[in-house]
């Protein structure tokens, strides 16, 4: 029972921080601001897309990269090609 309650304190914990970066992403206009500092798609997800996930990762304190490979629940792969 304990764990459970642990995981939903850490789920919630996730979402006042995904709160946070959005609402950070809409008041510094983070999609210009990757657009001028030479952040551009050239194919799959766009980085506007990509940068919560990047910024929840580096907050919580996990590797980005294991993340976007084991985590079944992401709209998104990364391409190993």
Do not use: D, W
Not at 52 to 71: A, D, K, M
């Amino acid at each position: 029972m304990n764990t459970t309650i642990q995981q939903h304190q850490e789920q919630q914990e996730v979402k006042r921080q995904q709160g946070k970066i959005s609402s950070f992403i809409g008041n510094f206009q983070a999609g210009t601001l990757l657009n001028k500092s030479g952040v551009v798609k050239l194919r799959g997800v766009s980085p506007l897309a990509l940068f919560p996930l990047f910024s929840c990762y580096l907050l919580q304190g996990n590797n980005f990269y294991s993340g976007i490979i084991t985590n079944a629940a992401l709209p998104f792969k990364k391409n190993r090609a």
